[in-house]
């Protein structure tokens, strides 16, 4: 069992800057890699950043490469998103994912609402 915990949702501007963090618990062991999935209303959910827990290999959408990073810390069992230059398709409920060696294969957080806009 693993739980997560996101917190680090805001409404900014276009051009400003968040930093999410996901806090996990329970069978940490079991985590091979944590990501953050983001879902626009309307559209699906997709993958934003990954990175595994064993040696920090990073997965980064194209479309926020440049903007985003993805960091964690093992020792603190949390991964975090840096988001700068924002805009406004950046919206979106983010997710914060754990993908384990044990079923359900894969856990979710709650969520959390960012909101670019003027």
């Known amino acids: 069992q693993v739980q997560l915990v996101e917190s680090g949702g805001a409404s900014v501007q276009p051009g400003g800057s968040l930093r999410l963090s996901c806090a996990t618990s329970?069978?940490?062991?079991?985590?091979?890699?944590l990501g953050w999935y983001r879902q626009p209303p309307g559209r699906e959910r997709n993958l934003v950043a990954s990175i595994t827990t064993a040696d920090g290999t990073t997965n980064v959408a194209d479309s926020v490469k440049a903007r985003f990073t993805i960091s964690r810390d093992n020792a603190k069992n949390s991964v975090y998103l840096q988001m700068n230059s924002l805009k406004p398709e950046d919206t979106a409920v983010y997710y914060c994912?754990?993908?384990?060696?044990?079923?359900?294969?894969?856990?979710w957080g709650q969520g959390t609402q960012v909101t670019v806009s003027s």
């Open positions: 994912n754990a993908k384990t060696f044990r079923q359900p294969w894969n856990y």
């Open positions: 329970g069978v940490t062991s079991d985590v091979y890699q």
